[in-house]
């Protein structure tokens, strides 16, 4: 039985960055709602900004990794040369919109004399730039002729999947930071939106692995190419519920929250998205003879 383990070996680099780009944006979108408000403390609001690094570096992991996928570096005019008709693109466009903005903004918080309203206003802007980015990552994939992908639940898979990683890795990022909040109410919401996300998206990766045996070609069907699939979601789900419920301990129990299991509840969820990424990668079909 033919499967889609060697295409999704051969798009490993697009694997990672799938996996890390929407949750970094999310962690930063969320790691930087505190520092919006005015009445914050300075010092807390410098340490956020510093620690604001973190979900940056994740997100820059994930699209130094898919450059790879260009070949020749050289080749990234012509993807520019796409926005607005390509949704591929469109979502590289907006990648180095977000992390451009992203990146100035954390240099410039380290100026000796910045300015908070500057940095609120530019933090809004980077955070919105953020959104919009993580939905275009949803839409990349939308090719009617890649037929097993041309459905609703790929951009729904995509956005989840960022509300899930995400907030998890901000908890992180937080306790990193020494923001006391965290351990109390703005961590449990934390938890609450990122478990709220992951059980939504194993419903929805039910739901699409139950419409798999139907999107077929001339040579195969999508679920011949995963024939895992039902393994992987269940993987996918217990290493979520795992990192969630290590912080889960911690904020809601009797244990003490700290960076080094909040730093291993994200990784769990981490690996989680990732093996779902490859799933996705694996039912690559298009239409006719080829998959």
């Known amino acids: 039985m033919a499967t889609g383990f060697d295409t999704a070996l051969g798009e490993i680099t697009l694997v990672l960055f799938t996996t890390l780009a929407p949750s970094g944006v999310v962690a930063f979108i969320l790691m930087g709602l505190p520092a919006l408000s005015p009445r914050l403390d300075a010092a807390m609001r410098q340490r956020l900004n510093a620690f604001l690094g973190v979900p940056l570096v994740v997100s820059m992991v994930g699209l130094v990794a898919s450059a790879t996928h ?27 919109v977000f992390l451009a903005l992203a990146g100035l ?64 890795l901000a908890l992180a990022g937080l306790s990193a930071a020494g923001f006391e909040p965290v351990r109390g109410r703005w961590g449990r919401a934390l938890l609450v939106l990122a478990g709220a996300a992951l059980a939504a998206n194993v419903v929805v990766f039910g739901l699409q692995s139950a419409d798999l045996p139907s999107i077929e070609n001339s ?41 080094r299991r909040a730093v291993v509840a994200t990784l769990f969820v981490l690996a989680g998205i990732f093996i779902m990424r490859f799933s996705f990668y694996m039912m690559h079909m298009t239409v006719g003879l080829g998959v």
């Open 105 to 168: 903004y954390w240099l410039y918080s380290f100026a000796e004399h910045a300015r908070p309203g500057v940095q609120r206003v530019w933090l809004a802007v980077t955070m919105a730039a953020g959104a919009v980015f993580v939905v275009a990552v949803g839409f990349a994939y939308a090719a009617e002729t890649i037929v097993s992908w041309y459905t609703v639940y790929v951009p729904v898979n995509l956005v989840l999947n960022g509300l899930a990683g995400g907030p998890v």
């Open 70 to 96: 260009l070949g020749n570096p050289a080749n990234a005019l012509y993807v520019f040369l796409g926005v607005g008709r390509s949704p591929l693109s469109t979502e590289v466009f907006f990648a180095v």
């Open 219 to 259: 040579f195969v069907t999508a679920a011949e190419l995963v024939p895992t699939n039902g393994i992987m979601i269940a993987a996918f789900g217990v290493l979520g519920l795992a990192g969630i419920g290590l912080d889960a301990v911690a904020l809601f129990g009797s244990a003490r929250l700290t960076v």
